[in-house]
């Protein structure tokens, strides 16, 4: 039945011309858009970050040491506000920066599953030591996160959501993802812009390489058509094994020889050091040679 009654003055609309059933969907959409629309609590800023996520389908090959010294490199060294978002529920992110994390923030879990927040990622950070470097602290119930993210309507999108305001603060937010395909890493990469893929000599490795290469691609088809690869950085690269060294290599330049980059982190026993002692590697071993490559690779990041 068509809508007739007159509008009350509470809820009259601003153009008496318009039919009422019309000025009722407008309502209805105004309504709507309340809830899509970022509220007053998050003010715009005036920044547009570049979202990198450091994927990789294998443990143990050096993205949360990348993560961690990257973003600090960007902080320090380019004077870019930086956002670190520890996407593994194993929080070595918060383990790695132990002794220059802040107490404060929030749980990132509650910003992923509550379908009543309007928090954003911006809600649950805390500063670091590291001027212009922020975080996201350990949150013990991120592993359970990812069954519930599964059951949420756009489940691949939640972490992107809770950025579109969050990215207006920052230059860069670069996320380290779990070692694996689960909803949590999903979300990451549908969030990039550009994905960081960590490879140690290994043969396995290079499995993971192909495994997140696949991803990329399917989710570049379907949900994200704006990410794109911004390389493959060898770490771990043992200067007295180079027979494995360049084994390794070659397959990976043979496959994706345009995305390697000019960058690589070598073995330094000082990035092991410097997470025991809870401290990026600029703080821990300023003049080591894993600084300098890390330093290489924000340098690279930002003339891109
Ligand atoms: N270039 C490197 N040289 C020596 N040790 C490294 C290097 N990169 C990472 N490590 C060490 O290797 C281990 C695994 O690194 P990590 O960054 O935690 O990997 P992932 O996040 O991929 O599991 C850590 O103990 C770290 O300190
Ligand atoms: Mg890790």
């Given at each position: 039945?068509?809508?007739?009654?007159?509008?009350?003055?509470?809820?009259?609309?601003?153009?008496?011309n318009?039919?009422?059933?019309?000025?009722?969907?407008?309502?209805?959409?105004?309504?709507?858009?309340?809830?899509?629309?970022?509220?007053?609590?998050?003010?715009?800023?005036?920044?547009?970050?570049?979202?990198i996520?450091?994927?990789?389908?294998?443990?143990?090959?050096?993205?949360?040491?990348?993560?961690?010294?990257?973003?600090?490199?960007?902080?320090?060294?380019?004077?870019?506000?930086?956002?670190l978002?520890?996407?593994?529920?194993?929080?070595?992110?918060?383990?790695?920066?132990?002794?220059?994390?802040?107490?404060?923030?929030?749980?990132?879990?509650?910003?992923?599953?509550?379908?009543?927040?309007?928090?954003?990622?911006?809600?649950?950070?805390?500063?670091?030591?590291?001027?212009?470097?922020?975080?996201?602290?350990?949150?013990?119930?991120?592993?359970?996160?990812?069954?519930?993210?599964?059951?949420?309507?756009?489940?691949?999108?939640?972490?992107?959501?809770?950025?579109?305001?969050?990215?207006?603060?920052?230059d860069?937010?670069?996320?380290?993802c779990?070692?694996n395909?689960?909803?949590?890493?999903?979300?990451?990469?549908?969030?990039?812009?550009?994905?960081?893929?960590?490879?140690?000599p290994?043969?396995?490795?290079?499995?993971?390489?192909?495994?997140?290469?696949?991803?990329?691609?399917?989710?570049?088809?379907?949900?994200?058509?704006?990410?794109?690869?911004?390389?493959?950085?060898?770490?771990?690269?043992?200067?007295?094994?180079?027979k494995l060294?360049?084994?390794?290599?070659?397959?990976?330049?043979?496959?994706?020889?345009d995305?390697?980059?000019?960058?690589?982190?070598?073995?330094?026993?000082?990035?092991?050091?410097?997470?025991?002692?809870?401290?990026?590697?600029?703080?821990?071993?300023?003049?080591?040679?894993?600084?300098?490559?890390?330093?290489e690779?924000?340098?690279?990041?930002?003339?891109?």
């Amino acid at each position: 039945m068509r809508y007739t009654a007159r509008p009350s003055a509470h809820f009259a609309h601003p153009l008496p011309n318009i039919a009422p059933d019309v000025a009722m969907r407008n309502l209805l959409k105004a309504g709507i858009r309340r809830f899509v629309t970022p509220d007053s609590r998050h003010p715009i800023g005036d920044k547009h970050a570049t979202v990198i996520a450091v994927s990789v389908q294998k443990g143990g090959v050096g993205k949360t040491t990348t993560t961690v010294n990257l973003a600090s490199a960007l902080a320090r060294h380019h004077d870019k506000r930086v956002l670190l978002i520890d996407l593994d529920p194993q929080g070595h992110v918060t383990t790695a920066l132990s002794a220059q994390v802040r107490p404060g923030g929030g749980a990132l879990s509650r910003v992923l599953t509550d379908e009543q927040t309007t928090d954003e990622v911006m809600d649950v950070v805390t500063a670091t030591d590291i001027p212009n470097l922020s975080v996201t602290p350990f949150d013990a119930n991120l592993g359970s996160a990812e069954d519930l993210m599964g059951t949420r309507i756009g489940k691949e999108f939640l972490l992107r959501d809770a950025l579109r305001v969050t990215r207006t603060h920052y230059d860069f937010i670069v996320i380290d993802c779990p070692p694996n395909l689960g909803n949590l890493t999903l979300n990451g990469l549908c969030a990039a812009d550009q994905v960081l893929i960590p490879c140690d000599p290994s043969p396995l490795a290079v499995k993971g390489v192909d495994a997140v290469v696949q991803t990329i691609t399917r989710i570049a088809s379907r949900l994200n058509p704006d990410i794109d690869v911004l390389g493959i950085l060898m770490t771990r690269v043992d200067g007295r094994n180079r027979k494995l060294n360049d084994t390794v290599t070659d397959k990976i330049r043979e496959t994706y020889g345009d995305v390697m980059l000019p960058v690589s982190i070598g073995i330094d026993t000082q990035l092991a050091k410097a997470q025991v002692d809870g401290q990026d590697i600029f703080t821990f071993a300023p003049t080591s040679r894993a600084a300098k490559q890390y330093r290489e690779l924000a340098d690279l990041i930002v003339a891109s």
